[in-house]
């Protein structure tokens, strides 16, 4: 395992503030959050933009605009078909996950991730596609970094990744890391690396000290350091994705 499962940790964080600017549609039965570069409305690159537990809620929203304001067409679908985890959930510590997981597994996902990517590339004339992933979302990123599917990948704190899906991928991928993660320790980021070095891709690992896991897309953004960490992973995704896409 190159990271383990969600724990509870997934599970915790703070919600932020801000009003999100993109719109949600229904693509074939799966609602998805929509977010356009200001005057390009026929963009040739776009992110798809893959959710931990929470789904589309404000923080990612707020993530994908800022993915917009930086040039790139970006998707957030609904991973979960309406059954995401609460933010009431998040703020309270209630979040069941037992019994929520065993609901989303990569039978469940997987068809909604490859609509995304599809819905892009024929119907909105993408010519290159990239992918972000948060804990939970990160797995998906890894398993579709592949020909045909996405480009180029840049995941934070990563959640259940296996080691084969890590070595098989077929593009350039970034990780942002957090230095208090029982999910991606620091021995799984080691095996991570030799991992990533046998793929042959263009590959980056940036860890940030004073964080836990979430820090890149649920940090609390009162705490100075959780928030200067959360605003340079971004800058590492648009930074990888400005390079390779």
């Known amino acids: 395992m190159a990271s383990n499962p969600p724990a509870a940790c997934c599970a915790t964080g703070f919600k932020h503030e801000g009003t999100p600017f993109g719109e949600v549609k229904n693509i074939d039965g799966v609602n998805t959050y929509i977010t356009y570069p200001k005057d390009n409305k026929t963009p040739e690159k776009a992110i798809v933009f893959l959710t931990d537990i929470f789904g589309i809620f404000p923080n990612a929203q707020l993530l994908a605009d800022e993915f917009a304001k930086s040039g790139y067409l970006t998707v957030i679908p609904d991973l979960f078909q309406g059954d995401q985890i609460s933010v009431a959930d998040m703020e309270s510590g209630k979040a069941d996950l037992p019994s929520w997981l065993p609901k989303h597994q990569p039978a469940n996902v997987d068809p909604v991730v490859e609509a995304s990517i599809k819905y892009v590339r024929e119907t909105l004339g993408v010519k290159k596609v990239g992918a972000v992933g948060y804990c939970f979302g990160a797995k998906y990123v890894t398993r579709f970094l592949k020909t045909d599917n996405v480009d180029v990948g840049f ?6 990744v296996t080691h084969e899906e890590l070595g098989a991928i077929q593009g350039p991928y970034s990780i942002a890391a957090a230095e208090t993660d029982s999910i991606f320790t620091t021995q799984l980021r080691h095996e991570s690396e030799d991992t990533l070095i046998k793929t042959g891709q263009p590959w980056q690992i940036n ?39």
């Open 155 to 160: 995941v934070a704190h990563p959640s259940f």
């Open 207 to 245: 860890l940030f000290s004073g964080v836990a896991h979430g820090f890149a897309v649920r940090g609390d953004l009162n705490v100075k350091i959780q928030k200067w960490a959360k605003e340079q992973a971004f800058v590492q995704a648009v930074a990888w994705f400005n390079q390779y896409l």
